[in-house]
């Protein structure tokens, strides 16, 4: 059994520091973990956190600075030593086989595993003590994503771990999914196992945790209570400088811009999801957000929209015209414009330059051809006018779009259909990846197209985002999409039932 | 301790500086290998180096480069078109053959009469073989999903027991006193590739490789097909994003490469080999693919490793008849200089970094 052990301090950090080329990922990082804790990890994209938790996990080595575990010194080479220390990490990027069951999947990540009869009674007896049901037997390619991530905190749970590092962990999970999630780490840490949790959805934090380190640009900036402070304030810690709020005024609906009808596409891989029957109708002004967890259909319904894959006649219809069977660049000259989730290799090709990413999409709408000769500084140009609109922090147009930073790609993806005036816009997962200030950006951006009687769709994970820029809220959920409804009139506890709910679970009650 | 890093962006200074390092290389190993013979290593070296472009024979060598180095040039450009594409032409040699057999056999069909239009005819039919050679593997891509590596490939040798029932069968000489192989067309005016300078080696097809160069450049750096066929090769699902239609891009570039190839195939019948034979082809469209990434799929980079490896060829050849060489020893060499550059390229896109051993 697991006892409490007070306030003894687990885990000590200090001047922990690690450098990759040409940046300091943590400088002189220091604080401490007590057992029973739950202590947040809290910082925009590039702040650290992942090294840092690295470190602790084995995966890194510091370069300087020194840990303590229950008072003994802490060094561990690999993640093997740091799991057998009682130290046990969730990733955010799901290690599991699709094709094998929870429990082979659970077997495989241990040293010696017991006979798979044993360890599916190991399963079923953790996974009842911490509320989190799931049946060893099922094959994870028919999981969701919460259950899957139930799989990876299972098998952290049979190695009896003193720390429980998470690494955004309730990204790919429902409000209810993330209710049930928190019932469990709240009756970890009441059985005194610290938990080290890594997010940046502030109102999670202030609701979960009691400590909270902040860093900045590698550095601790700032620790804090985080009930003790508002989630402004705490956003405000994180970026170092004061945070605009997106200004969504003056937005009208007009006439139908986009109509999409009994909508059917068939999957493209084995576990790839089907769309069915998916209809709506978007006006001009307005913003339809689409929420769902990533893998419900949101990439195919994309697809469909750009013109990637084609639909049956008369499902897609834009300002009066069956545009179903048209590919991207008819679709591009009649102002439909898409930018998918995947930035690199999708959205944007990496070893090219990013005048030639903004060939890719803006050739016909911006001319950047003449009798199909590329004009190089029109592209140039345009390039250099969506670094400078959106503020994208590179060298100049000629670096390749993967020397650029995740968040600044993204600003220059979004800014390249932006800027080339859509009459629809389709976003897949707008921020996802980007830090604080750019995703105000991005979203900012959005709103403007949006007043000036564009359409736009956002297809979004992050509920709190669509609820800041949507006026209609749709869900999409294994490949059907509910009825889109007034934004204005939901709750995120309502927003969460139409995502499903919990996938047939119940909270337990925390034991505290 | 040494360590690879990853660069940020593709050294530009590497890309080039490799094949370079691939030749000297390729110079040291093929030394090594020439000594274990029991050949003077550096004597060999200069033979095949030295001695065609400034040694005492060279007039004659000079004007073999450019006869070696035009189809080289021409297959390669194709090729590098479709492999930056990712598309994977590896049966160059077959659709040589198929468009020296097409064009060869519109001048033996309309043999005695003589017209001017009748090479401009055996071009367009040239390259119409090489290009319906490469159709095959092209279709077989896009509605089965077969790899279009192994088709390529496979057709070569189909289309070598082609060559040879023609060259027995239905092109072979009437009038040969039942040699196998076909009429002489440097015997035959209106169909002859002639050289167009004395003593140079200036062919048609060497003219045509030169065009070709050209043409894929701006192809490539300048049209909008080039630009698609760039990020096609680069990130497939970005490709179908701006629209590119992955099928059209197949049949484009396999048809792009198999007609180059297949006329390579005709100015080499019509002009320096003059007939159909059992053993008319001799490896330019294999070799081409070397010359196609030692040229680093840059069209004025093919220019240069077209000349190189030709340059191979003739002092291959010379050394074997100076220096005894056995033939299979000049392959051994070409085959190293592949091998060199894929084995230094990692330089391009990663750096070396010495480091002490971590604390």
Redesign the interface.
């Known amino acids: 059994m697991r006892r409490v052990t007070g306030n003894d301090k687990l885990l000590t950090i200090e001047g922990l520091t690690k450098a990759y080329p040409g940046v300091l990922a943590n400088d002189r990082v220091g604080f401490a973990v007590a057992a029973g804790e739950v202590h947040a990890l809290l910082g925009e994209n590039g702040a650290g956190k992942s090294t840092l938790v690295k470190m602790i996990y084995g995966l890194v080595k510091p370069d300087a600075g020194s840990m303590e575990l229950l008072g003994a010194p802490y060094a561990p080479p690999e993640p093997r030593a740091a799991r057998s220390a009682g130290v046990a990490m969730v990733f955010q990027h799901f290690s599991l086989f699709e094709a094998l069951n929870v429990a082979e999947n659970v077997a495989l990540g241990m040293e010696n595993p017991p006979p798979m009869r044993t360890l599916a009674a190991r399963i079923r007896e953790v996974s009842d003590a911490y509320g989190l049901p799931l049946d060893p037997d099922r094959t994870v390619g028919d999981l969701s994503a919460g259950e899957r991530q139930r799989v990876e905190i299972i098998r952290c749970l049979l190695q009896d771990p003193k720390l429980l590092i998470m690494d955004e962990p309730t990204s790919v999970l429902t409000p209810q999914e993330v209710d049930i999630l928190f019932g469990t780490l709240r009756k970890l840490s009441s059985e005194g196992t610290a938990i080290l949790y890594i997010s940046h959805k502030l109102e999670e934090i202030r609701g979960l945790c009691d400590h909270a380190t902040i860093l900045r640009g590698g550095r601790v900036v700032a620790t804090c209570i985080p009930r003790d402070k508002t989630a402004h304030e705490l956003a405000e810690m994180m970026v170092g400088t004061e945070l605009k709020l997106t200004d969504r005024a003056g937005r009208q609906a007009g006439d139908v811009a986009l109509e999409v009808v009994g909508l059917n596409l068939p999957p493209t891989s084995a576990f790839g999801p089907t769309l069915k029957n998916i209809g709506f109708s978007l006006r001009k002004g307005e913003v339809l957000g689409i929420g769902g967890v990533a893998g419900n259909g949101q990439e195919e319904l994309l697809a469909a929209l750009s013109g990637e894959r084609p639909s049956t006649p008369g499902s897609v219809i834009l300002a009066g015209e069956d545009i179903s069977g048209f590919g991207p660049n008819r679709r591009r000259a009649r102002g439909l414009l898409a930018a998918p989730e995947e930035r690199l290799g999708h959205a944007a090709a990496p070893d090219m330059s990013l005048i030639d990413n903004a060939i890719l999409t803006g050739a016909k709408r911006k001319k950047l051809t003449r009798n199909g000769f590329l004009n190089m500084r029109a592209a140039r140009d345009f390039a250099q006018a969506i670094i400078s609109a959106f503020d994208v922090r590179t060298p100049g147009p000629h670096v390749a779009a993967r020397a650029l930073s995740g968040g600044n790609l993204q600003k220059f993806v979004i800014g390249r259909e932006v800027l080339q005036d859509p009459a629809v816009l389709v976003v897949n997962q707008p921020t996802w990846g980007v830090d604080a200030a750019a995703a105000t950006a991005i979203r900012q951006a959005l709103l403007d197209l949006a007043a000036k009687g564009a359409a736009v769709i956002a297809i979004s994970q992050d509920l709190d985002e669509l609820v800041e820029i949507s006026d209609r809220f749709a869900a999409l959920n294994e490949g059907r999409l509910s009825e889109p409804v007034a934004a204005a009139s939901l709750t995120l506890e309502q927003i969460g039932l139409m995502l499903g709910g919990a996938h047939g679970m119940k909270p337990v009650e925390a034991v505290l | 301790m040494i360590m690879l890093?990853k660069r940020?962006?593709?050294s530009i200074f590497w890309s080039w500086a490799t094949p370079v390092i691939a030749v000297l290389a390729t110079m040291i190993a093929g030394g090594v290998l020439f000594a274990a013979l029991g050949k003077n290593p550096l004597d060999a070296i200069r033979t095949i180096f030295w001695d065609p472009i400034l040694g005492p024979n060279a007039g004659y060598f000079r004007g073999q480069l450019l006869v070696k180095a035009g189809p080289l040039i021409l297959i390669a450009s194709g090729l590098a078109v479709g492999f930056r594409a990712g598309i994977w032409n590896i049966g160059a040699e077959g659709q040589y053959i198929m468009g020296a057999i097409a064009g060869a056999a519109v001048a033996l069909a309309a043999y005695p009469a003589e017209s001017v239009l009748l090479f401009p005819t055996m071009v367009i039919v040239g390259g119409l073989g090489g290009w319906a050679w490469a159709m095959i593997p092209a279709l077989l891509k896009n509605r089965f999903g077969t790899s279009e590596i192994l088709v390529s490939l496979m057709l070569v040798y189909v289309a070598q027991n082609l060559l040879a029932y023609m060259a027995f069968g239905p092109l072979k000489n009437p009038q040969g006193f039942g040699f196998p192989g076909s009429r002489n067309l440097q015997q035959y005016a209106s169909a002859h590739n002639p050289e167009l300078i004395a003593r140079t080696g200036m062919h048609w097809g060497v003219v045509a490789a030169f065009i070709a160069v050209i043409a894929t450049y701006v192809l490539m750096a300048?049209?909008?097909?080039g630009?698609r066929i760039?990020?096609a090769g680069?990130?497939p699902?970005?490709?179908?994003?701006?629209?590119v239609?992955p099928t059209k891009m197949v049949v484009f570039c396999l048809g792009l490469s198999g007609a180059l190839a297949g006329l390579a195939g005709l100015f080499e019948v019509s002009g320096p080999s003059g007939q159909i034979t059992d053993s008319f082809n001799a490896g330019y469209g294999f070799t081409a693919i070397i010359v196609a990434f030692l040229g680093r799929l840059h069209p004025v980079g093919i220019l240069l490793a077209g000349l190189i490896m030709a340059l191979t060829y003739i002092g291959g050849d010379s050394a074997q008849l100076s220096l005894g060489l056995p033939a299979a020893a000049i392959q051994v060499f070409q085959a190293m200089l592949l091998f060199f550059l894929l084995g230094f390229d990692f330089l391009t896109n990663y750096r070396v970094k010495l480091k002490g051993t971590?604390a």
Not at chain 2, 222 to 225: D, E, G, M, N
Not at chain 2, 237 to 243: S, V
């Open positions: 890093v940020p962006t593709p300048r049209h909008i097909a630009f760039r990020v680069d990130a699902k970005a490709a179908r994003f701006a629209g239609a971590r």
